[in-house]
């Protein structure tokens, strides 16, 4: 991992000198390493745009920033990406005994689960001779969290991958991401 990447998620400066701040950078990126279990699902639908909203697959979601992001594609990926629950016990275990270790482990998952969704978008460019615009994720500007049932339900990512989806939306385990793509 990035170890600037992984300081800048603590929001300390990348150019930062105390060793006690980097090597606890450095035991959080080695806790991630070694504990998460990276797990990806993707589907390619055929989308349309009009107005503000976009029907992928079927299904609508309303959003003019996605609207714009996906303007001019006429198909889109739908995915999902999780490091596994194990992160999530690591940052609970953590928090009961060292406050400064449970933010670096966060800030090192941060940054392990973007690592995850930016191979993920390397496979499907390699796979499928495309180029994709940038993914956006319900929670995004305009895009209502709630829009996360419809991910959820269309690449079935519970019953494939083990990520649900709480009342609230909130996914569990916590770092997972959901994410449209258009294609270009």
Do not use: W
């Not at 600037?4 to 991630?32: C, F, H, K, P």
């Not at 979601?61 to 594609?73: K, W």
């Not at 829009?147 to 019953?159: P, R, V, Y």
């Amino acid at each position: 991992m990035d170890k600037a990447e992984i300081l800048r998620y603590m929001r300390t400066n990348s150019r930062i000198t105390d060793e006690r701040v980097l090597a606890l950078a450095d035991r959080a990126a080695d806790a991630v390493e070694k504990e998460a279990v990276p797990k990806t699902l993707y589907r390619i639908f055929d989308c349309t745009v009009s107005g503000d909203a976009v029907t992928i697959g079927g299904e609508t979601f309303v959003s003019s920033h996605l609207a714009d992001n996906l303007r001019g594609c006429g198909r889109a990926v739908l995915f999902g990406a999780t490091l596994g629950t194990q992160c999530d016990r690591l940052i609970t275990a953590a928090a009961t005994t060292d406050v400064a270790l449970a933010m670096a482990i966060q800030a090192a998952a941060a940054c392990k689960i973007e690592e995850v969704c930016d191979e993920l978008e390397q496979q499907i460019i390699a796979a499928h001779g495309v180029k994709l615009r940038p993914r956006y994720s319900p929670g995004y500007f305009d895009l209502d969290i709630s829009e996360q049932q419809k991910i959820f339900a269309m690449i079935e990512l519970t019953k494939r991958i083990g990520v649900t989806l709480t009342e609230t939306y909130e996914m569990l385990p916590t770092k997972s991401v959901t994410a449209i793509i258009g294609i270009d």
